[in-house]
T-cell receptor, first 114, second 112 residues
Framework: NAGVTQTPKFRILKIGQSMTLQCTQD?????MYWYRQDPGMGLKLIYYSVGAGITDKGEVPNGYNVSRSTTEDFPLRLELAAPSQTSVYFC?????????????FGPGTRLTVT | KQEVTQIPAALSVPEGENLVLNCSFT??????LQWFRQDPGKGLTSLLLIQSSQREQTSGRLNASLDKSSGRSTLYIAASQPGDSATYLC???????????FGTGTRLTIIP
């Protein structure tokens, strides 16, 4: 049981490039989340999903897109990368009928946009 | 708008001492509260989850309490060890939305 896995661990992008951050969980969790963590700012929710085929915006969705075609995978797409998207990105998952379950986090992807 | 505050931002204590970390939140209408630890350059590890109907949760040397009416939670760590050194984050979930609101954490250093 690997829990929540994320790839890549590190990435440097040039302004305007695009990329996909991968997230996979093997706990059969229905809820999945993407957060970003900026120094001194706390984590902020980007997007979340309550099940395959269902996604919704979080607090800071601009510049990102997501899809959820399977229970296990929840990729985050960055289009036209900007320096403001330099951050550490965490994927998380939980199991609950009403989304109140304990959230389990992946190890993160450190992204730098220059 | 929910705001979560953790004071102090950093704390150093000698090994073996008991300690308390604080978390306060502005809106008491929460669904649950979760404590995490984060090691440098790593992800978050869930420590304890307290539902809004509960007053406390315990796991090993850790005990978390919740007082919704005063908007406070504490994480008690007994007999601290150098391996407890990490940043401790609390996060609250409000009913009706999926957002966890995080505090900025307390960086704990246990001095051998």
């Amino acid at each position: 049981n690997a829990g929540v896995t994320q790839t890549p661990k590190f990435r440097i992008l040039k302004i305007g490039q695009s990329m996909t951050l991968q997230c996979t969980q093997d706990m059969n969790h229905n809820y999945m989340y993407w957060y970003r963590q900026d120094p001194g700012m706390g984590l902020k929710l980007i997007y979340y999903s309550v099940g395959a085929g269902i996604t919704d915006k979080g607090e800071v969705p601009n510049g990102y897109n997501v899809s959820r075609s399977t229970t296990e995978d929840f990729p985050l797409r960055l289009e036209l990368a900007a320096p403001s998207q330099t951050s550490v990105y965490f994927c998380a998952s939980s199991y609950s009928e009403r989304g109140g379950g304990e959230q389990y986090f992946g190890p993160g992807t450190r992204l730098t946009v220059t | 708008k929910q705001e979560v505050t953790q004071i102090p931002a950093a704390l150093s204590v000698p090994e073996g001492e008991n300690l308390v970390l604080n978390c306060s939140f502005t809106d008491s209408a929460i669904y649950n509260l979760q404590w995490f630890r984060q090691d440098p350059g790593k992800g978050l590890t869930s420590l304890l989850l307290i539902q809004s109907s509960q007053r406390e949760q315990t796991s090993g040397r850790l005990n978390a309490s919740l007082d919704k009416s005063s908007g406070r939670s504490t994480l008690y760590i007994a007999a601290s060890q150098p391996g407890d050194s990490a940043t401790y984050l609390c996060a609250v979930k409000e009913g009706g939305n999926e957002k966890l609101t995080f505090g900025t954490g307390t960086r704990l250093t246990i001095i051998p």
